[in-house]
């Protein structure tokens, strides 16, 4: 999905180790989002990323529930998106 100035969308998906965030993150990518998709647990971030086209999205290990953990997402996140975009 491009964005109006012509770059890729991106949306941050939580939960996406599973279940509804599981799907939802799918989906978006199938739609043509790059998708951050934010997890607790990395078997379920590296399953997800072995079933999806490369670069599709940004595996992201953290807790939405730890302020540390989100801070360090924060950052990776931060480094990995385009100037544009923020």
């Known amino acids: 999905m491009d964005g109006m100035n ?3 969308q991106s ?12 799907a939802t ?3 978006l990518a199938a739609e043509g989002f790059h998708v951050y998709a934010g997890a ?3 078997a379920g ?4 990323a072995a079933e999806l086209p490369p670069g599709s999205i940004t595996p992201l290990l953290f807790d939405v529930r730890d302020e540390k953990s989100v801070a360090r997402a924060s950052a990776e996140t931060a ?3 385009p100037p544009v975009l923020r």
């Open 6 to 8: 012509g770059t890729r």
């Open 11 to 22: 949306v941050l998906v939580t939960g996406a180790g599973s279940g509804i965030g599981r």
């Open 25 to 27: 993150t799918r989906f």
């Open 40 to 42: 607790r647990r990395r």
């Open 45 to 48: 971030l590296e399953e997800l």
């Open 79 to 81: 480094r990995t998106v």
